[in-house]
């Protein structure tokens, strides 16, 4: 028990303590403690008390056996064991005053507690309320991180979605060879796989929806109260819709699917925007793909404030909306032209005040020209010249009432609900539809109506829904084709697009963008590059095709420069300069946003040649190709290839022109015949990136023969090494009229027949031993590489094995199959030592037997011990290789000591 003082203070001294005291100071200090064994109670009441109003009670039960131990008289220091139960018998505590005590500590304790519980609530308040703070604080900083980590990850995952598309082309290929294996060795295992899947993706939903987290929560509730989403609050509507495969599907999921093994997969994913909630669950299952899409908002009428609940606002009728909002020219019309009944329950695009001024004055200035000049004009400021000139003729615009209805949708229809290059159905005699075009600019989107600009959305109104325009709509009526074969400043514009089949296009459904040279920008061009623009080349079409875009650009989004992409794929610049006119590619747009039902067409007043767009001719003017340009230029062959518009042209570099013989170039000369088959055997009839070769794919070229494409992949290399006829392709994917530049280190030759004629040739002795095995017409018709062994590997043989191998057939067909190979295999092909790393291709010949093909440090290529004298003759089913060794089979060979293979090459 520890010793309690008369002033409470309880004391626990250390041995060390202990130790230093002798003897007579402890039976000293005993008997202190004995005399003074009775404590008084009042006092030690008090005390108590005190020490609990501190310490909340913490010691109750060490202070009450302190207590007793120290009122038991004979439990001293000194006493034995015996005296100390002696004593314990006689004492006698006085428990009613333990009792009183105890009750004065109880009253103090939950009167100290109840202090405590308040406390702590106003604490708990308070750092409820602080931390909710911090939360919605955090919670924005995290949204506009997440926003701008978005911009960017969408530009990496349209970069890496296109590889991964190319990535699931190979796969699906692959899938396929397999599939039939994969059937036969595991049966129904897709199907029971996909009851299994099903079943554990239902058990994995609901066990995460009885998670805390398996669903939005208020992450920052934990701080303080818990916050409830502004959609799950009242005055919040929910549109359901559920998209097929054929509909417009999240942009972010691409689901593949390999063979005929049945499959199921959904994904859920949700964004929230400034104005609203949404949520789509996709299910993919037996490749039939389906979203189910909620998207929750502000019911009519109400509108959500920052980060705060859907809030009723003050609306007013159409009419009243329409004048606050600075409509009232607007409202002015419509009521002139009797349209007032119109206004019911409608979407409104307005165009404000100024715009409606503009529109007017446009309509007195095509007033003021005569009849007796008999030309049509339009109101509109997309194809109208801004003078008077009877060469113009531009298609008649609708009736102004058939304008301002024009502008009217039936139903509620707010921005969010809008989709890029939606078309929305006006309430004008034609039902002329709207487009509507999205642009992700920042801070915000902008949305478009037939190209005016919305500048203030989602005005709602007791019957209706007011969006603002910056101009007045002027409803669509023909096809970008028609407006362009009617109007006749654009004669030479429309037969440029007809001579290359591109007026078809733009006669059809879409959506598209073009810029539309008038004949006086034609009239500007010089003689040559009019013919180069104008003619039959490749350059026509592609400078023709650099006037069009795939996707709809107004005017009114470019504010300073504008990248975008004509249908050649090639980027462009659209830009507004200090003026406020708008340009691309430097030339100036005389005339802007004449909305068709298929698109937008923009005037210029110059032809767009972009530098990219170049000849082949060019394009090795540029590169200074001097030898091939002149080779092109004694066969009469320049005009030929760079009239052509859809070819490949594998271009031998200045090097391996070089490295032709003079002797052998002046006989080509001299035979311009040759020269020529030659230059065109270089030269597929198809435009082909390289992205789009494969491994032993076969080009036609405009000689009429086949150009063999091999991929080598190795080890280490993060590249295929493309090979054309055994030719490395050493530069690629360079872009010119109508196709492609591939740059090549050697010159082909068209080959002269299939892999046995071409040994007849070289190869006599391995000839004669192919016709005595009988495998000559075998060797006619499969893709085989052949490493055939010259005549004078022949003369190395020892004498009764050179005498077999002719008189026996089995011998024969033994020794001819170790040396074909059943793939094509170019000495490119074979990789160079890396570092100190000696690598190797290891091939089965047809016989069965495994031939290592090496390259040495001096860069020489070796077939087992063989070594590859000459490389790469061309066959039409082939390759051949000559060795100056047989490659004799294991049965043949004689045991010559040991060959240990090398790993590190020193």
């Given at each position: ?34 005399q ?15 020490i609990?109003?501190t ?10 056996l302190s207590?007793?131990?120290?009122g ?17 018998g ?33 604490l ?7 931390f ?9 900083q ?11 990850m969408?530009?990496v995952g ?11 082309s190979?796969i ?17 295992f ?34 303080g ?8 609050k009242?005055?919040v ?11 417009d ?11 005929s ?36 908002s ?8 920052g ?15 329409i004048?606050?909002?600075?409509g009232k020219?607007?409202l ?13 329950n ?28 008999n030309i049509v ?12 000139k ?7 615009q ?14 509620f229809?707010n ?23 999205i ?18 959305k989602?005005?709602?109104a ?18 970008i084709?028609d ?9 030479t514009f ?40 104008l003619?039959?080349g ?13 996707n ?11 990248k ?9 610049v659209?830009?507004?300069d ?25 005037v ?7 530098e ?30 760079e ?5 490949t042209?594998?271009?031998?570099s ?10 052998l ?23 082909k ?16 023969q ?16 493309g090979?054309?006829?055994c030719?490395?392709?050493?530069e ?10 591939h740059t ?16 007849k040739?070289?190869h006599?002795q ?5 016709e ?15 490493l055939?062994?010259?005549?004078s590997?022949f003369?190395?043989?020892?004498d ?8 026996e ?10 040396h074909?190979v ?10 160079r030592?890396?570092g ?26 070796f ?5 590859i ?12 290789h000559s060795?100056?060794?047989l ?11 040991t060959?240990k ?6």
């Amino acid at each position: 028990c520890l010793t309690v003082g008369p002033t409470w203070r309880l004391t626990a001294p250390s041995d060390s303590s202990i130790i230093q005291l002798s003897s007579e100071q402890r039976q000293s200090a005993n008997k202190h403690a004995v005399q003074n064994s009775t404590p008084n109670w009042e006092e030690v009441s008090l005390n108590f008390a005190s020490i609990m109003k501190t310490l909340y009670g913490l010691g109750f039960l060490t202070l009450l056996l302190s207590g007793v131990c120290e009122g038991a008289p004979g439990w001293g220091g000194d006493n034995t064991y015996e005296d100390m139960m002696k004593a314990f018998g006689t004492f006698k505590p006085p428990f009613k005053k333990i009792d009183s005590m105890i009750g004065d500590f109880g009253d103090s304790f939950d009167q100290n507690l109840g202090v405590m519980g308040t406390q702590f609530g106003q604490l708990g308040d308070s750092l409820g309320d602080h931390f909710e703070n911090i939360g919605s604080q955090m919670e924005q900083q995290f949204e506009n991180i997440g926003s701008q980590m978005g911009r960017h990850m969408s530009n990496v995952g349209s970069n890496l979605g296109q590889h991964m598309n190319s990535a699931g082309s190979n796969i699906d290929r692959f899938g396929n060879q397999i599939q039939s294996s994969f059937q036969h060795e595991f049966g129904n295992f897709g199907n029971n796989m996909d009851v299994f899947g099903t079943n554990l993706l239902g058990h994995f939903d609901d066990q995460i929806g009885n998670l805390p987290f398996g669903s939005n929560v208020d992450v920052f509730g934990m701080f303080g109260r818990s916050r409830t989403p502004w959609w799950k609050k009242e005055n919040v509507c929910v549109k359901r819709e559920v998209l097929e495969e054929e509909d417009d599907q999240p942009k972010n999921i691409n689901i593949v699917s390999s063979g005929s093994a049945n499959f199921h997969m959904q994904v859920n994913q949700c964004v929230e925007g400034e104005d609203y909630y949404e949520c789509s669950n996709t299910v993919a299952d037996d490749g039939n793909v389906k979203t189910m899409k909620a998207t929750y908002s502000c019911c009519h009428g109400f509108k959500k404030i920052g980060k705060g609940s859907c809030i009723q606002v003050d609306i007013k009728s159409l009419d009243e909306t329409i004048e606050d909002l600075g409509g009232k020219e607007f409202l002015s019309l419509v009521v002139e032209n009797e349209l007032e009944s119109l206004l019911s329950n409608v979407t409104l695009f307005v165009p404000d005040d100024d715009a409606v001024e503009d529109f007017k004055k446009d309509m007195e200035e095509l007033s003021t020209f005569t009849q007796a000049e008999n030309i049509v004009y339009s109101i509109d400021d997309g194809l109208v010249y801004k003078r008077k000139k009877r060469s113009i003729m531009i298609v008649e615009q609708p009736e102004l009432q058939d304008i301002i209805a024009g502008h009217i949708v039936q139903g509620f229809i707010n921005t969010k609900e809008m989709s890029n290059e939606e078309l929305l159905t006006s309430d004008n005699s034609a039902n002329d539809q709207i487009r509507m075009t999205i642009y992700q600019t920042h801070p915000e989107k902008t949305v478009m109506a037939n190209c005016a600009k919305v500048t203030s959305k989602d005005n709602h109104a007791v019957n209706g829904v007011v969006h603002m325009v910056n101009k007045v709509i002027l409803p669509a009526k023909n096809t970008i084709s028609d407006i362009l074969a009617t109007d006749l400043q654009f004669k030479t514009f429309m037969s440029a697009l007809e001579a290359n089949s591109l007026s078809e296009l733009l006669a059809k459904e879409g959506h598209f963008t073009v810029f539309a040279p008038t004949d006086e920008a034609f009239e500007k061009l010089d003689e040559l590059t009019k013919e180069k623009v104008l003619g039959n080349g490749g350059c026509a079409k592609d400078i023709i095709q650099s006037h069009i875009l795939e996707n709809v650009v107004c005017s009114g989004i470019v504010e300073n420069k504008v990248k975008i992409s004509n249908i050649l794929g090639r980027d462009m610049v659209m830009s507004q300069d200090e003026d406020g006119n708008i340009n691309v590619e430097g030339i100036k747009l005389m005339m802007k946003d004449k909305m068709a039902t298929n698109g937008v067409i923009h005037v210029i007043e110059d032809v767009i040649i972009q530098e990219s767009v170049m000849s082949v001719i060019d394009h090795l003017k540029k590169k200074n190709s001097n030898k091939l340009l002149d080779l092109l230029n004694k066969t009469g062959l320049t005009k030929t290839v760079e009239n052509l518009s859809n070819l490949t042209f594998f271009a031998p570099s200045e090097k391996a022109i070089s490295e032709i013989p003079k002797e052998l170039m002046d006989e080509l000369v001299k035979d311009g015949k040759k020269l020529e088959e030659i230059l065109l055997h270089h030269i597929a009839v198809d435009n082909k990136g390289f992205c789009q070769l494969s491994n032993n794919q076969h080009l036609d070229t405009v000689g009429g023969q086949k150009l063999r494409i091999n991929l080598h992949k190795h080890f280490g290399h993060m590249h295929a090494l493309g090979t054309v006829q055994c030719a490395r392709v050493i530069e690629n994917d360079e872009n010119v009229c109508g196709g492609k530049v591939h740059t090549i280190d050697r010159v082909l030759t068209p080959p002269s027949g299939n892999v046995f004629e071409t040994l007849k040739k070289d190869h006599s002795q391995f000839s004669k031993l192919i016709e005595f095995a009988g495998l000559g017409n075998e060797m006619s018709g499969n893709l085989n590489t052949v490493l055939a062994p010259l005549d004078s590997a022949f003369d190395k043989l020892d004498d009764d094995i050179k005498s077999k191998i002719f008189e026996e057939k089995e011998v024969a067909e033994s020794v001819v199959r170790n040396h074909i190979v059943d793939d094509a295999l170019c000495c490119a092909g074979v990789p160079r030592i890396s570092g100190f790393f000696q690598q190797s291709l290891r091939k089965n010949t047809n016989l069965g037997e495994t031939i290592s093909i090496r390259r040495s440090n001096g860069g020489h290529i070796f077939a087992n011990q063989a070594a590859i004298v000459r490389c790469d003759l061309a066959a039409t089913n082939g390759i051949v290789h000559s060795v100056d060794t047989l490659l004799l089979p294991r049965g043949l060979v004689r045991t010559r000591g040991t060959n240990k293979k090398k790993f590190w090459m020193f």
